[in-house]
């Protein structure tokens, strides 16, 4: 019966007796599967940015080094697109001629059909199936997530396809790591974020890149050869001492430390470091830079306990010379479940007779540890995740969801992400669904203005049984960051109060001095003018100017999240020069306030004066900041 009285349709009842006959014929899938072996053959190539050559041949990397027809190709691809505009177009070139280029190479060797392609920016992933198995082939999804610059953009990040195959599901995960020797922790956490942000939404159950049978990530990981001179791991490599030098290799280090990639396996390494040569030939980087040579493209795998999968190759085709980066390949002998098909009906209609006997002494039952959460104090870019467990506690699978209230569109409000917003319990499963509060651009205006407030009810139905009803409160701690420019301005003091140390009420004075930033304090009047820019974005242009302007790609390069908080904290406060953290996290600051901003920074009005200005920028755009003005 549902909370308010009326009994599940029929409907339901039949969608909830599937559900059961799924979940006992999978608890007893060894009486009716085999296991019987598929060849994979896996791949990646980070290609710099470059077009297939005319009159250099795929097929050493694609199909010269297996006899044996792969049942799936799965290709992986890096830095496909260097262009700027591939971080807004959808559509690439170089994404139509790669594809091209591979599907005229596979078709020397059999007659393949896509299974799907997913791209974000420069890395590209694609799984092509023999035809005569495309039928076993189904619920395919694809996802994406960026790492890259302000932990979003995807220069960085990974793109995963997941399928399944007869009665295995499999994922696929193709990456590209933070670059630089030193930033082996960044690498880190962008696998531990591309694992908790990947999710495939597009299945009936959303599942996570955890929740496959077989998982295969491959691509340019960045992890490199350290505590080794260049000319010390060139004498090893000439050597052939590769056993020596994988020692040295970072990936294998972390791994062995599980601070990434926890229980994945990798093949012994037997081929060169992939890493970095001058383009068109085997030589090693000449540049200034002269990078020592690291084994950057890697394939790793996991499976659960049961599944079966031995490597057959693993190496590189040094013979592509086309890009700085040599492709990688892995061939694999994979265990798939293979239903038999008269077996199988035979326990089906044993689960109907089981079922038939039980389906009226059961409904679904569930509980919920908590109704009422706290959410704290929130400001600006601030997380706050607390955890909801679902416990079935009944004799019968249960469904939930988090389902929109009356006379609403959504289940939560837009600073809340629930995951799994939809899931499914077997009997005595628990499930530990996460609440993330986050306050972001999207959010941030609202809540400012106070038009929104940290305060949602949630509704969490159980398909065939009750609802629950949960709230959230919290509070939101005003911040810089989304409150207009014309308003800041006008301002006369911080937005938060200064630490009791500072008993006058101050603002930093607009010194012009060139060289460092003023630290002198002035009483405020309360009927001045308002300045011409807010108090908090001069401090953020006067750092830079003073500080960080010769600092490397500023404004591409993020900065770590810690410190763009308490440069957030520091604004606030309107606290003294200099501002805490790098160069890099107040340039990214800087563009974190203008995109939280309202209205966009450049008015609609003047857009189409803006997009005029390209061609010859300069005098136009000065014209248009005086029109600003």
């Known amino acids: 019966m549902s909370a308010n009285g ?13 559900l059961l006959v799924e979940e006992r014929m999978h608890l007893r899938q060894k009486e009716y599967v085999n296991i019987q072996s598929f060849h994979f053959f896996l791949a990646t190539w980070n290609v ?4 297939p050559s005319a009159t250099e041949s795929l097929e050493p990397w694609l199909t010269a080094c297996t006899p044996e027809t792969p049942t799936f190709y799965v290709i992986g691809f890096q830095e496909l697109d260097l262009d700027k505009r591939a971080y807004v177009i959808e559509t690439s070139l170089r994404e139509q001629e790669w594809q091209r280029t591979l599907e005229a190479a596979l078709r020397k060797k059999a007659a393949y059909k896509l299974v799907r392609v997913i791209r974000l920016v420069g890395m590209m992933l694609l799984v092509y199936v023999l035809e005569k198995h495309a039928g076993h082939v189904k619920n395919v999804a694809a996802a994406h997530v960026g790492t890259g610059i302000m932990g979003w953009m995807g220069n960085k990040g990974g793109v995963g396809i997941r399928l399944e195959f007869h009665g295995s599901e499999l994922c696929f995960v193709s990456a590209h790591f933070a670059a630089h020797t030193e930033e082996v922790e960044r690498r880190n956490e962008d696998f531990r974020n591309i694992c908790e942000r990947m ?3 597009q299945l009936q159950f959303p599942k996570r890149i955890k929740d496959h049978d077989i998982i295969m990530w491959l691509g340019d990981f960045n992890y490199r050869i350290f ?4 000319p010390e791991v060139q004498q090893l490599i000439s050597e052939d001492r590769l056993a020596d030098l994988v020692l040295y290799d970072q ?8 601070k990434v990639f926890h229980g994945f396996r990798e093949g012994r390494i037997r081929f060169r ?6 383009v068109g030939t085997d030589r090693w980087d000449s540049s200034e830079k002269s990078r020592v040579p690291s084994w950057c493209d890697r394939i790793l795998w996991k499976a659960k306990d049961g599944e079966e999968v031995r490597q057959v190759v693993y190496g590189s085709a040094m013979e592509l010379r086309l890009s700085d980066h040599k492709p990688v390949i892995g061939i694999f002998d994979v265990g798939v479940k293979v239903v038999d098909k008269s077996r199988q009906k035979k326990v089906y209609e044993n689960v109907l007779k089981e079922i038939d006997r039980e389906e009226n002494l059961f409904i679904p039952q569930a509980t919920i540890d908590c109704n009422d959460f706290d959410l704290g104090e929130l400001t600006f870019v601030q997380q706050v995740t607390r955890t909801l467990t679902v416990a079935n506690n009944g004799q019968v699978p249960v469904v939930f969801e988090f389902i929109a209230k009356p006379h609403s569109t959504s289940y939560c409000q837009e600073w809340l992400k629930i995951t799994p917003q939809r899931s499914f319990l077997s009997q005595g499963d628990v499930c530990y669904v996460e609440l993330q509060v986050y306050v972001d651009k999207r959010t941030v205006a609202g809540l400012t203005s106070g038009a929104t407030t940290l305060d949602d009810i949630l509704v969490l139905h159980l398909d065939g049984g009750k609802d629950f009803f949960i709230t959230l409160h919290g509070q939101y701690r005003p911040s810089c960051f989304g409150i207009p420019l014309e308003t800041l301005a006008a301002m006369p ?6 630490p009791p140390a500072i008993t006058e009420q101050t603002l930093i004075s607009f010194d012009n001095s060139p060289t460092t930033p003023s630290t002198t304090f002035l009483p405020v009047d309360p ?7 807010p108090v908090e974005v001069w401090m953020m242009l006067r750092h830079l100017y003073a500080v960080s302007s010769d600092i490397p790609d500023l404004f591409l390069q993020p900065g770590p999240p810690d410190e763009v908080e308490k440069i957030r904290d520091h604004l606030d406060g309107r606290l003294p020069l200099p501002l805490p953290g790098s160069g890099h996290s107040v340039a990214e600051a800087l563009l974190l306030y203008f995109d939280s901003l309202p209205d966009p920074l450049v008015p609609y009005r003047l857009y189409h004066e803006c997009l005029d200005a390209g061609a010859n920028w300069y005098g136009p755009c000065r014209g248009l900041i005086d029109l600003i003005d």
């Open 6 to 18: 009326v009994l599940p349709s029929r409907v339901e009842q039949l969608k909830s007796r599937e």
């Open 48 to 51: 710099n940015g470059q077009s």
């Open 199 to 201: 999710v495939f939404n």
């Open 227 to 230: 505590q080794l001179s260049r």
């Open 251 to 258: 990936l294998q280090r972390e791994m062995s430390q599980q």
């Open 273 to 278: 470091p992939t890493y970095k040569y001058d």
């Open 493 to 498: 003091t911080a937005v938060r109060a200064p």
């Open 527 to 533: 009927h001045r003018t308002p300045a011409h820019i």
